[in-house]
Structures are given as C-alpha cells and as structure tokens.
C-alpha cells in the first residue's frame, strides 16, 4: 500500500502559487516526493493541480508495479496534511522550480 499526499499553497502578496506530493509507505515512512511553482495563484487551480499530479503518480506507480489495486481516494483535512502543506509552502519560499 501506498499514499499519497497533495497539496497546494498561494501566496496572495507575489501572486505565487505551488504544490507538494509526498509518497508514503503503509508505514508512513517517507518515499518520494516533489513540490514546484505554478503559474497561476488561484486556489481552486493551484488545489486541483496537486491533485492531479498526485493522481498521475498514483497511476504510474500502478502501471510499474503491473498488479492490481485498489486505490480509496479520501479527503483529509490540513492537520493530518502538514507534510504535504510545507514542501508547498515551500516550494515559494525558495521559488524553486519543479523537482522530483
């Protein structure tokens, strides 16, 4: 089992936005990760982009293991989503670009 955890980040003031993912063993131990800048600050946008980017690893993480999953999608709330929030966070703070 693995999870993966997305989100975004928007900083009004410079009109900067960006994401994190983290991968997670069933352990909770740390696999991979990424975070990056957008090009947009909206919200929705930014939120929907992590999304999207934690869904596609998700789905090449599938397609390398070749075997069948059941994958749960699930909502957390910012609390249990710090880790994810900080490499967003981040990711502005150091104005980096994408990294894997």
């Not at 975004?8 to 960006?18: F, I, P, R, T, Y």
């Not at 994958?71 to 900080?86: E, F, H, P, S, Y």
């Amino acid at each position: 089992m693995v999870k993966v955890n997305c989100d975004a980040s928007v900083q009004d003031g410079d009109h900067l936005s960006a994401f994190g993912n983290i991968i997670r063993d069933a352990s909770g131990n740390w696999v991979k990760g990424c975070n990056g800048l957008l090009l947009w600050a909206f919200v929705l946008h930014s939120e929907l982009f992590a999304i999207w980017r934690g869904n596609d690893i998700l789905l090449k993480i599938i397609e390398v293991r070749q075997r069948r999953w059941n994958v749960d999608k699930v909502l957390i709330q910012r609390t249990a989503n710090q880790a994810a929030d900080w490499l967003a966070r981040q990711a502005i703070v150091d104005k980096s670009n994408y990294t894997k």
